[in-house]
């Protein structure tokens, strides 16, 4: 079964806008991870956060992780036309294996 | 660096067929990965190599799929014989220690 739960399933946003993804897990977790899937090709890691971080950034990406909640959320600003993707977040429950959500699949509007 | 390497690309057969994936990891990466992600679905791990020695098979259907990881570079994951509900992409990804996955760009499967 699938530990992550990402919200929404599908995002259409114009060039320029924010794109906001959110991710829900069950168990606690060692760290968790987003991943970018393109068309056709395999994932891309994007971005890290451990269990004791609260918020990490990495260029136009901003990643939040609320662990009393069990959520996190990813933050695309400026968003391009190249962002068009789906966007996996995954959790590590310590043991370097992964459980990924269904993703949300993104379209930037030119 | 060169990436995680997989072939074919894409593969058709005929259920009850078998059919063969490969893949070559990064060079140096100890940790290698075989997951199925079905349309419209995450991926799911199938099988865990460390070096040449298996780490997690539980989501593995034995019965019909098999893998292997001589000498704990490349690695071959089978299926025999096939069913419908395996038409799937499936990936391998390799790591190092704590570092983050890297994946390849996956082998498209399509069951007649």
């Known amino acids: 079964s699938q530990q992550g739960e990402e919200d929404p399933q599908a995002l259409s946003i114009q060039e320029g806008e924010n794109a906001t993804m959110n991710c829900s897990y069950k168990?606690?977790?060692?760290?968790l991870q987003w991943y970018r899937q393109n068309s056709g090709r395999g994932l891309v890691h994007l971005i890290l956060?451990?269990?004791?971080?609260r918020e990490k950034h990495s260029g136009r990406l901003r990643v939040t992780l609320d662990t009393s909640k069990k959520s996190s959320s990813l933050l695309i600003t400026a968003s391009r036309a190249a962002d068009t993707a789906s966007y996996f977040c995954?959790?590590?429950?310590?043991?370097?294996?992964?459980?990924f959500g269904a993703g949300t699949t993104v379209t930037v509007r030119a | 660096e060169a990436g995680v390497a997989q072939s074919p690309r894409y593969k058709i057969i005929e259920k009850r067929q078998s059919v063969a994936f490969w893949c070559n990891p990064i060079?140096?990466?100890?940790?290698l990965y075989w997951y199925q992600q079905i349309l419209g679905q995450g991926p799911k791990l199938l099988i865990q190599?460390?070096?040449?020695?298996?780490?997690?098979d539980s989501q593995l259907p034995k019965d019909r799929f098999s893998a292997e990881r001589l000498k704990g570079v490349d690695s071959t994951l089978k299926i025999q014989p096939a069913k419908l509900e395996d038409s799937a992409v499936y990936l391998c990804?390799?790591?190092?220690?704590?570092?983050?996955?890297?994946f390849g760009d996956g082998t498209r499967l399509s069951i007649l």
């Open positions: 990804a390799s790591s190092q220690g704590d570092q983050p996955q890297h």
């Open positions: 168990t606690s977790i060692n760290n």
């Open positions: 956060i451990r269990s004791n971080e």
């Open positions: 995954a959790t590590d429950l310590n043991d370097y294996k992964l459980s």
């Open positions: 060079s140096g990466h100890a940790t």
């Open positions: 190599f460390q070096n040449n020695g298996v780490v997690d």
